[in-house]
């Protein structure tokens, strides 16, 4: 068959004769020419990370991992385990944390008995006290070093902690000293058992273990149960002591019941009976369940034990599923807590359980319950007693879940002898309640999932008194970050890390953080919270002084006794003061000018405490005070220079070093002092003006450090302090310049205009070696210089910067807090720690005001010299006219600030027009709205209702703005409405409630600013706000909200409406049905992103014309999975974003829009996280000195504007991080973590290796792309890597070696690897690269 057709050749159209082959053929090369091929979706992975820890703790234990001498307790969470001390103050000290257990923490008990010691007078050298046993004979404090053992680990603890983890581990822990020697490094050591059985359900569901501590018992869910029998105490320290690793487990059996396992303990033996051992477990099976008791002795066989057939006895309904069983002491009993009864039962041995009820005082509810019901009893806790109390009697402490506690006594003879009501606490409790040991009373730790917990004293016949809280902001449900656009004027800036090489940076406008808040807890409890994080600084006294304050030093009082107290001298803008403080820091008053030896009339300079004298140095005098009496000399006259001004001054033991300014130039004076008398001993000349002195020692000499500025150009000066006068001294000139950066380095050339401020301050740092030393610098523009200086190469240093703000830093040596390593820097109000590399923020808190924003730290002393049992933390901060000792905790963690509501907060949204925090509130289910100040806390609100009066609008003030304030109204949504349309600008608030299944209510709100007068004390600025619209949405419940410039996107039930204002009413102009209903929804790029509960995502198109099938929205891509949804966010750069969802399960998706219209969405990742994400935010969170290295480097993909984090708030409360990798660091980052995941450094709960263990493939060490959750890399395993120091040991294979250098090669920017490049390699530079790469990715977000 042949067509003819006419075709176009040579511009001139000619007849041609085809076959209907050629024809088809043609029409299809046309259509493949026409349309190309499908885009291919990029390769990509997600580094993920937590940087806040989930606030909640199950239980509360307290146990002796360390050794006797320590009276620790444990927090434990999911997935951590935190180990505090309670201190002589009564407070928590954070000692230890462990977090790598790679699966949930299902249940956990103690094995072993406490040492506690009930004597103040039987102690150690250091104060602490060892328990004399019943027989009043010593015993060897466990777990330290006994007579005889240089080893501090040569004995173990007393006590064990056990886990069963969810994946099926049984976990036996104790703590030892690190092998650095430092008492404050505590290592843990595991022993891993795994449960027997892959198809048991839910092994360590209950877990308990006997008195005695020789059996455990582990069961499901139901049906199974397994009893271990452990070895002794006495024989776990025998084989910790010849060095063989412990084997607590002795044998085990399994035993079958029917029905559901409810509870399991181990009952008490009779007393005297030790060997005996009884079991107790309730069942429940179909409309009955069953008491039944097994007793054993200790010394049988346990393959004889459980032969025979479980029983039991039938319990009556109303114990039928009790909430508690607790164990008595005396006379085998147990109590027995149902939700409306209590009772005893004893003697169960001899017959079917006979319960005597008995009644708790107070059983009202307290203000904390949130049900409808009568609250429940949830945890249960025996304070510590004499062991020979507990012959004759036991006391328990119940805890309700809305905070009231119960204290009950039993007697040997009768059931309850005293039910007494302590009261309630502040905070609900769930099964984290807990008695720690004291020797003057009892201390009970309080915490639940909702809300801080707390730390209490009960002293006999006392009400409860706090004197602690524990930190805890679950659950959170929203949060939203301060942005701050304005703030971000900043330049181009290329870093390394946070240290930055000086000639690859650039100068800084501004930058401030954004602050992170989140809606927190319930009911009473419920509170705004700001996330921070870094370094704890616990205020115990806080004075404020009549003026400002420059300096202050802690000195001793020569006139009384140590124990009377001792004096903080003040340095004023004009003068000086003196304070004196008792030693118990309960009195302060200040002295007059006659009653000290010190001269206040002029500022002081410098101070210093040495071992017989006290030197005080002002502008005017030399003061030299010493127990005899006091030296004052005038420092013109030392220097014979009756015209010279003191501009700085600096002193080390028995030198003082002057900066003399006279004669339009300055010199640099050293005196010294020798039997309380001044003299001169050297004068040097200096070229420019002195900014600052300091005397430290390179080695053993004495040097006198100067900074000085000449034009532009600022200098370190370096003057030896032991030349006599008569010698000439050339001072080591170190010219600080980006242009002089140290040689050898691989940074480019800076700008000629980068350049330092003057010095504001020195310290001296050791360097590696006695040769090598590292000088501090502060400088008026904000920066913080760390100098590296070799003795053994003249002329050679190295230097980098680190920018802390924009005023003037100061350096103080980390000796304030007894680490000489560190160093502390105030600079922009803020005081930081920078040690090594990393750099943490200081967060002095109170805890009576938890609201308390920041103070302004300006300067800081320390106060260990002359209270040293307070430890070597705790320093003096001043903060202005404020003055706070302060307690500094060794170890970053979050340090959350409360702004208290006395509601439920459900939604919030920052509002940076109104410099807000607007926020919905639920009290008494009344939801109302509030506008919060980020700074203060302060409620700005101030709720209006607008009328209509003769034309013009009139406010009222009002309770609740129209459509809030009702009982049967919820809100759903809270959003920004920026309005351009039909000549209107608007910026409103969409706020979207439901009312009933079927009804829902939308808000317009107006809001607007008024600032209070500036004359007026105590009056904060207001934020007036009302309801401009109003719409009842009739069609269905409202899911969700989104808005443009021109309406309003609703998710009414399955259907998407949009909502646009005509004629001052709302109007319905587009819509569209989807297969489930919107969680969320956002417009991005004029398209609308609908996020479903069950169907993934849908992109809508809402601006092109509808479809001749009527369409009013086109559908241009939808997932061909089917995903739950709860929140998402944008993420990459065009045309590559990708869109990150959260599910309810846990996981994260990345997908993928390809530019083509009509196809479906592509899955470029997926990962897996302890807890979903209810919200993702995109801010600037990180300090200044953070920010400048937060720069896509090292194959880090931009996710958004240059600077900027994502962050993901999870239910648990915490807070996870994102970052995008492209495909070379996706590989060199999975490399690390699969070879961490085989390492028992690393993981050690995650090993399972096979005989063939240089097998790679098998284990997966070379990363897949396939399946898309290999994509994920977790940070969390990376960071431990860092913090470990382990990666030479992870790479100490030669093949894994080499493959790490191949990964590293397409990561090597800076060619720092060009040198290794050709055999023979050196692996030292490929290590410090993947350092330098894990320290970019790990660096501090918040």
């Not at 009820?357 to 307290?366: G, I, K, M, S, Y």
């Not at 070379?1262 to 969390?1276: F, H, R």
């Not at 960071?1279 to 040991?1289: I, Y």
């Amino acid at each position: 068959m042949s067509l003819q057709t006419f075709v176009l050749e040579n511009d001139e159209w000619v007849s041609r004769t085809i076959s209907a082959d050629e024809l088809m053929r043609d029409n299809s090369s046309t259509r493949k020419a026409g349309r190309p091929p499908p885009s291919k979706p990029p390769t990509c992975g997600v580094l993920t990370r937590t940087i806040v820890d989930s606030p909640v703790i199950r239980w509360v234990l307290p146990v002796q991992l360390r050794s006797a001498r320590y009276n620790d307790v444990a927090l434990i969470s999911d997935h951590s385990v935190q180990i505090c001390e309670l201190g002589h103050d009564r407070q928590l000290q954070d000692i230890v944390k462990k977090n790598d257990f790679g699966s949930r923490i299902r249940n956990v008990v103690v094995m072993g008995s406490p040492q506690y010691s009930r004597k103040a007078n039987e102690g150690t050298d250091d104060g602490t006290h060892i328990k004399t046993e019943d027989s009043d004979t010593k015993v060897p404090d466990l777990g330290t070093t006994a007579p005889g053992h240089r080893d501090v680990n040569s004995l173990l603890p007393p006590q064990l902690l056990i886990l069963v983890l969810e994946r099926g581990d049984l976990v036996f822990l104790f703590l030892r000293q690190g092998s650095s020697g430092d008492s404050h490094n505590w290592e843990w050591v595991p022993s891993t058992h795994k449960v027997p059985g892959q198809r048991l359900v839910y092994p360590g569901f209950h877990m308990a273990i006997d008195p005695s501590s020789t059996f455990l018992t582990l069961a499901c869910s139901e049906n199974l149960f397994i009893v271990y029998q452990l070895e002794s105490m006495e024989n776990l320290r025998g084989q910790y002591r010849q060095g063989f690793p412990l084997q607590p487990i002795k044998s085990r059996i399994a035993r079958s019941v029917k029905g559901i396992i409810h509870k399991i303990e181990f009952l008490h033996p009779t007393h005297g009976n030790e060997v005996q051992v009884i079991l107790l477990i309730i069942m429940i099976q179909p409309e009955v369940s069953k008491l039944a008791v097994l007793e054993w002795d200790s010394k049988a066989d346990m393959s004889q034990i459980f032969h025979q057939e479980i029983k039991g006895y039938r319990l009556d309904e109303d114990f039928r599923m009790p909430l508690l069983v607790v164990p008595l002491k005396v006379r085998n009993a147990f109590l027995i807590i149902t939700e409306r009864i209590t009772a005893t039962c004893s003697d169960i041995l001899s017959g079917p359980p006979v319960f005597v009820q008995f009644e708790l005082a107070n059983r009202d509810d307290t203000e904390l319950h949130h049900g409808t019901r009568e609250p429940l009893w949830t945890a249960w806790t025996r304070p510590i007693r004499h062991p020979p109390y507990h012959d004759k009697k036991d006391v328990i402490y119940l805890a309700r879940e809305d905070g009231l506690i119960n204290f009950l006594e039993c007697g040997d003879e009768s059931e309850i002898e005293t039910s007494v009501s302590m009261g309630s606490v502040d905070c609900n409790i769930d099964t984290a309640f807990a008695s720690l040991f004291h020797l003057f009373a009892d201390v009970l730790v309080t915490g639940g999932d909702s809300g801080p917990g707390a730390v209490w004293n009960v002293e006999a016949r006392q009400s409860l008194q706090r004197i602690g809280s524990i930190p805890n902001w679950s659950p959170t449900v929203d949060f939203a970050l301060t942005i701050d656009l304005t703030s971000r004027a900043v330049e181009e800036h290329s870093a390394d890390s946070s240290t930055v090489p000086l000639s690859n940076s650039r100068s800084v406008v501004s930058l401030r953080p954004d602050k992170v808040f989140a809606c927190s807890g319930r009911g009473i409890t419920g509170a705004i919270t700001e996330f921070r994080y870094g370094i704890q600084a616990r205020i115990g006294l806080d004075l404020t002084y009549s003026s400002n304050i420059r300096h202050c030093w802690a000195i001793s009082d020569f006139d009384g006794a140590s124990e009377d107290g001792f004096y903080l001298l003040l340095a004023l803008p004009n003068g000086s003061a003196v304070l004196h403080l008792s030693r118990d820091l309960s009195e302060a008053s200040e002295k007059d000018h006659d009653a000290v030896p010190y001269d206040l009339s002029s500022t002081t300079l410098a101070a210093q405490e040495t071992s017989d004298a006290v030197v005080q140095v002002t502008s005017n005098y030399i003061t030299v005070v010493t127990p005899s009496g006091y030296y004052q000399n005038l420092i013109s006259e030392l220097i014979k220079d009756y015209t010279a001004v003191v501009a700085d001054a600096a002193i080390r033991e028995y030198e003082v070093a002057l900066a003399v300014y006279s004669g339009s130039v300055f010199k640099i004076v050293l005196l010294g002092i020798q039997d309380s008398e001044v003299s001169l001993q050297h004068v040097f000349d200096v070229q420019g003006e002195v900014t600052c002195l300091a005397i430290e020692k390179f080695g053993s000499d004495p040097v006198v450090l100067a900074g000085t500025r000449q034009g532009e150009e600022s200098t370190l000066a370096i003057y030896p302090a032991t030349s006599e006068q008569q010698v000439p001294v050339a001072p080591i000139l170190v010219k600080l310049h980006p242009t002089a950066m140290a040689r050898g380095s691989n940074a480019r050339k800076a700008a000629d205009n980068d350049i330092f401020g003057a010095l504001t301050s020195l310290i001296h740092v050791q360097g590696d070696s006695p040769s090598k030393h590292v000088i501090v610098a502060g400088t008026r523009s904000g920066d913080v210089l760390t100098i590296r200086l070799d003795q053994s190469r003249p002329g050679s240093y190295e230097m980098n910067r680190d920018r802390f703000g924009a005023s003037p830093s100061h350096v103080f040596s980390g000796s304030v807090v007894g680490d000489p390593e560190i160093v502390l820097v105030c600079c922009d109000a803020e005081l930081a720690i920078l040690a090594a590399e990393e750099i943490q923020r200081v967060w002095p808190t109170d805890g009576d005001r938890p609201s308390m924003s920041c103070p302004p730290i300006n300067s800081v002393a320390p106060l260990y010299n002359l209270l040293p049992e307070y430890g070597k933390s705790t320093m003096v901060m001043i903060a202005g006219p404020r003055i706070m000792v302060t307690d500094l905790q060794r170890r970053p963690k979050p340090v959350p600030r409360y702004f208290p509501l006395g509601g439920t907060p459900v939604k919030i949204l920052y509002s940076s027009r109104l410099e807000a925090l607007v926020t919905v509130v639920s009290k008494d289910g009344l939801p109302s709205l509030h506008f919060l100040d980020p700074v203060t806390g302060h409620d700005l609100s101030q709720p209006l209702e607008r009328k209509k009066v003769s034309g013009a609008y009139e406010y009222y003030d009002v309770e609740y703005i129209t459509g809030l304030g009702n009982a049967d109204t919820r809100a759903i949504s809270l959003a920004t409405w920026t309005y351009r349309a039909a000549g209107i600008r608007g910026d409103w608030i969409v706020l979207a409630m439901r009312r009933r299944d079927n009804e829902s209510l939308l808000l317009i709100i107006s809001a607007e600013s008024e600032n209070a007068p500036s004359q007026t004390a105590g009056i904060h600025r207001r934020v007036r706000f009302w309801t401009k619209f109003d719409r009842k949405i009739r069609d269905g419940p409202i899911w969700s909200v989104a808005t443009d410039e021109s309406g309003v996107f609703l998710c009414v039930g399955n259907q998407v409406q949009y909502h646009i204002i005509e004629d001052n009413r709302f109007k319905v102009v587009r819509q569209h049905e989807l297969p489930s209903p919107a969680s969320w929804m956002q417009v991005v790029n004029r398209r609308l992103h609908v996020f479903t509960t069950k169907h993934s995502l849908v992109i809508l198109d809402y601006k092109s014309a509808p479809t001749p099938d009527g369409e009013q929205m086109i559908r241009l891509h939808t997932d061909d999975t089917c995903r739950n949804s709860l929140h998402s966010i944008e993420v990459g750069t065009s045309p590559n974003t990708i869109t990150i969802l959260s599910d309810p399960m846990c996981g994260i998706h990345g997908l993928w829009a390809p530019p083509e219209d009509e196809r479906p969405l592509k899955l470029v990742f997926q990962a897996e996280l302890q807890a979903s994400v209810r919200r993702f935010a995109r801010g600037y969170t990180r300090a200044l000195w953070g920010s400048f290295k937060n720069r896509p480097r090292f194959g880090c993909i931009q996710s958004g504007p240059v600077g900027s984090d994502i962050l993901g708030l999870t239910i648990d409360g915490s807070i996870q991080h994102f970052s995008l990798l492209n495909e070379d660091a996706w590989r060199f980052l999975r490399f690390i973590q699969n070879l961490a995941l085989r390492s028992p450094m690393i993981c050690p709960h995650l090993i399972s290796l096979s005989s063939n263990d240089d097998d790679d493939e098998s284990f997966g060490i070379e990363p897949n792309l396939d399946p898309k959750s290999n994509m994920q890399v977790d940070g969390d395993i990376l960071q431990r890597c860092v913090e470990r120091r382990a990666l030479a040991l992870l790479v100490s294979k030669p093949q894994h070696m080499q493959r790490l250098r191949e990964l590293l090669k397409p990561l090597d920017e800076e060619n720092v690897l060009e040198a290794t490049r050709e055999p023979p390699y050196q692996d030292a530079p490929y290590i410090k690269l993947a350092y330098r790469i894990l320290a970019y990715y790990l660096a501090p977000v918040l």
